[in-house]
């Protein structure tokens, strides 16, 4: 499974974002979807999450209540909505797809767990 994010950019604080995800490929199901971030010198954080299976969202606590998450499964697209933004939410964003491809037939197959490429945020103060 293929994925291409876009939707970074330079804007200052306090402004918004909205950054997009498309996957691609044959898979049976996704199970979740999720936006990670890696800023300068740190590791990649979780910035917030869909359960396929029962909508439940999880949000890094420094985003909630700012940022949103939301899939299209029509459109095969995550999207992540970003407001208020702040000087520390600069970073790469990386959109995070988890499933299962598809086996013989249309049973379920081995689960996978894809990565876009990643685009750039950047909040100047």
């Known amino acids: 499974v293929q994925l291409q994010a876009s939707g970074g950019g330079l804007v200052q604080a306090g402004e918004s974002l909205r950054l997009s995800c498309e996957y691609s490929g044959s898979f049976h199901s996704i199970t979740s979807v999720a936006w990670y971030r890696q800023a300068p010198g740190k590791q990649r954080e979780l910035v917030a999450r869909?359960?396929?299976?029962?909508?439940?969202?999880d949000y890094a606590a420094s985003v909630k209540d700012r940022f949103t998450i939301w899939r299209d499964s029509a459109k095969n697209m995550v999207y992540l909505s970003m407001n208020s933004l702040k000087p520390e939410d600069t970073g790469v964003y990386y959109c995070?797809?988890?499933?299962?491809?598809?086996?013989?037939?249309?049973?379920?197959?081995?689960?996978?767990?894809?990565w876009g490429q990643g685009t750039q945020v950047t909040v100047s103060s």
């Open positions: 995070n797809v988890v499933g299962l491809l598809r086996g013989k037939g249309w049973s379920p197959g081995r689960n996978f767990n894809s």
């Open positions: 869909v359960s396929s299976q029962n909508g439940d969202e």
